[in-house]
């Protein structure tokens, strides 16, 4: 069993040291390669190479932020902003960054600023279709987990909204109804039906937590694609939150009866709605939220069977040498996600621009750290 390949899709926003967002991707898209435009100009995305060694894609991360920020620089007053929502505003307004593209037009006339969020999607490589179907599955089941350790956004227009991931509170998930596949054919007839019935654009429309992916969607896939992730802008803790998806997959492989359509005392449309429930639950509370576990529908908190599985996990983690990776997972749960942290500081506070303007120089520090202690090392090597 060798280490599986990892690749991460980061959306930012981009706007001034104090917080306040600005829309900058049809300049740096044309500018800086390796950097795309969504459809609000507010947002610009990167995605790294599919890496199976943490060490490089640590600096796989890190890189293309210190040359955006460079960049950014260069052109104004600029930066990178962390968070997942537009925690300054201006949520009443959709920034169109190209105007004449028709599913732009679309995303903008059906869900208006909701999409307008900042996240990270992690895609494991996965070749065989039907243990790919499987990993979804477990996967989605969990997924409210990798939301509580990443929430990052309790904050919408300068106000405290009520949720830790405000983000996913508010995100469109569609269609609406999304089975548990029970094989790669379920997944080809029921995407071709949706195609069909028009509650998909494309392939591209399903916006779910999880998902499987490839380069011929629904019938080619090679990686499962983690999408329910609130933007970690930490590269430590990024890496730990992979790192745990990977050993619990990695688990999986050695233990087929992991697969929740063939261990749960739950039937497969029981499973959608206790998942949809832990879903909403990790975005209003995170760590703190009280779930339902998909074995048996018995409760528990987030934080409790995070640990339980990074338990299970960590002699994965050991034998492939990526412990050191994993480990931080515990510093999630012993100090709190950044929503946590930000909340504790406006108890104190109520001044959100300072907390936002805190976080941007804290984040901006350690990556310059990060690339220069790590990253140049590992170039001369």
């Known amino acids: 069993m060798t280490r599986l390949c990892k690749g991460v899709e980061v959306e930012m926003y981009t706007g001034t040291f104090q917080g306040q967002i600005e829309g900058l991707s049809h300049r740096i898209v044309k500018d800086l390669n390796g950097f795309v435009r969504e459809p609000d100009s507010r947002n610009v995305e990167y995605t790294t190479a599919p890496l199976s060694c943490y060490d490089r894609l640590l600096c796989a991360l890190v890189r293309p932020r210190q040359r955006l920020r460079s960049y950014l620089q260069q052109i104004g007053d600029y930066t990178i902003v962390p968070g997942s929502t537009l925690s300054l505003g201006d ?40 243990l790919l179907m499987q990993a979804c599955r477990l996967v989605r089941v969990e997924a409210p987990l990798y939301l509580a350790l990443s929430a990052s956004s309790p904050f919408l227009d300068g106000r405290v909204t009520g949720y830790h991931s405000t983000r996913w509170q508010m995100f469109p998930q569609t269609p609406e109804n999304v089975p548990f596949f029970e094989s790669h054919n379920h997944f080809i007839k029921w995407t071709e039906e949706q195609l069909k019935l028009k509650t998909m654009q494309n392939v591209r429309h399903l916006w779910t937590s999880v998902r499987p992916n490839g380069h011929n969607r629904p019938y080619n896939l090679n990686r499962l694609e983690l999408r329910i992730c609130d933007l970690i802008a930490d590269p430590i803790t990024l890496l730990s939150v992979i790192a745990l998806l990977e050993c619990r997959l990695l688990q999986l492989m050695d233990d087929p009866t992991l697969d929740p359509l063939n261990s749960s005392q739950l039937s497969s449309d029981s499973l959608v709605e206790i998942t949809h429930h832990n879903e909403m639950a990790a975005a209003k509370r ?96």
């Open 91 to 130: 949520s009443k307004k959709f920034y169109r960054s190209d105007p004449i593209n028709p599913y732009h037009s679309y995303i903008e006339n059906s869900y208006g600023t909701d999409v307008v969020t900042a996240s990270i999607h992690i895609n494991i490589g996965i070749s065989d279709p039907e």
């Open 286 to 381: 995170s760590l703190e939220a009280q779930l339902y576990h998909w074995k048996d529908g018995s409760e528990i908190t987030a934080t409790r069977w995070i640990e339980q599985i990074y338990q299970s996990v960590a002699p994965f983690a050991q034998k492939k040498g990526f412990s050191c990776f994993l480990s931080p997972v515990k510093k999630i749960l012993r100090n709190g996600n950044l929503a946590q942290q930000w909340l504790k500081k406006y108890q104190l506070s109520s001044d959100i621009p300072s907390i936002i303007a805190e976080e941007i120089q804290a984040v901006a520090q350690q990556e310059k750290m990060l690339e220069d202690k790590l990253c140049d090392a590992l170039l001369v090597a």
